[in-house]
């Protein structure tokens, strides 16, 4: 597995990380233990070294997994994880249907930070992002909380999740932010505006979550596919029927690429990210050895100037339909 380095911090991670919610929430109910350990574990002995999980993920059954299976080899590895979210008994965890409300006081982030610690059976958290900007507490004092954890050797790095470039600015400037985590993908390119240049410039690495459009870009959802009511996908305006048709479009696209290229469409997908810029790290997540498997092959697709050319230039003439979330979460996110 090729490495990469998240911006100018040094935090050296594999070119492809693991996202873990998945295994715990929001796609359907909790999987098992078992074949989500040994998940993990494959993931290692595959050269993986990135793993994502947040507070919120069950809420908090992600992190107690992530901690226990991966504490044999935690020396090797980073484990991001985040805060943000008031967890209170109201909290609806299929799915996120009742989203919690926001918190990053910075009396609740350092409680939070706590929690995660304990479960995640680390002494220092490698990576703390703050999961969604709360625009009822400056970003000053967010950094500054952070910051204090940093110099309590609670923390090694700062994040932000789904910040704007003016927030990701004003963070920086308190305590240096070492990656930004955003949906980012052929179907999601907001980020590309205003957040990715601003990154580069201040030397922030870029953790693209969803890379494969909550696993649309894998080729193998299409407008006949239902959800669970307990699978977030059911409640997103991109996942009706009418867009999913609408949005083949996309996966033709792949497909003829990959076509060429002897790859899948989530590899194609994949590859175009780990092209764009040489610290992205993107960080697919998975329930299955297969896609594992198939998701890691992607460090390997070699896309020449033609290829994104092409993929840059008919990618851009499909218009996705459909929001990426509901209004009430959509508002959480590019502050």
Not at 21 to 29: A, H, L, N, T
Not at 56 to 83: C, D, H, M, W
Not at 302 to 311: K, Q, Y
Request: a positive charge; charged letters at 25%; hydrophobic letters at 40%.
């Amino acid at each position: 597995m090729q490495k990469r380095k998240l911006g100018k911090s040094n935090l050296e991670v594999s070119a492809l990380g693991l996202g873990c919610m998945g295994m715990s929430f929001s796609y359907g109910p909790p999987k098992d233990k078992t074949e989500m350990t040994f998940l993990l574990r494959a993931a290692v002995e595959r050269g993986v070294t990135f793993f994502d999980t947040a507070e919120v993920y069950g809420p908090f059954i992600n992190e107690e997994l992530v901690g226990e299976a991966l504490s044999p080899f935690r020396k090797q590895l980073v484990i991001a994880t985040k805060f943000g979210f008031d967890l209170g008994p109201n909290f609806d965890p299929r799915g996120m249907k009742g989203a919690p409300g926001l918190n990053s006081r910075p009396e609740h982030i350092k409680q939070a930070a706590e929690g995660s610690l304990r479960r995640l059976k680390v002494d220092v958290i490698d990576l703390l992002y703050q999961h969604r900007v709360d625009p009822n507490v400056p970003i000053e004092d967010v950094a500054g909380a952070v910051k204090d954890l940093i110099q309590e050797g609670k923390v090694k790095h700062f994040g932000l999740s789904e910040a704007g470039a003016k927030t990701i600015r004003r963070a920086h400037a308190v305590q240096p932010v070492t990656a930004v985590q955003s949906e980012y993908s052929l179907w999601t390119r907001g980020p590309g505006k205003e957040v990715l240049p601003t990154l580069e410039e201040l030397g922030i690495g870029f953790v693209p979550y969803s890379p494969l459009g909550r696993g649309f870009l894998t080729g193998k959802i299409d407008e006949k596919a239902e959800f669970d009511s307990s699978d977030f996908r059911s409640t997103l305006p991109r996942f009706t029927p009418e867009a999913l048709k609408a949005n083949q479009a996309l996966i033709h696209l792949l497909a003829s690429i990959g076509k060429r290229k002897k790859a899948t469409p989530a590899q194609i997908a994949l590859a175009w990210l780990l092209s764009q810029k040489p610290w992205i790290v993107p960080i697919p997540g998975t329930t299955k050895l297969h896609r594992l498997d198939e998701n890691i092959g992607a460090v390997s697709v070699e896309l020449t100037r033609n290829d994104l050319r092409d993929i840059d230039s008919a990618s851009l003439e499909i218009t996705v339909q459909g929001a990426r979330y509901p209004e009430k979460l959509e508002k959480m996110t590019g502050l």
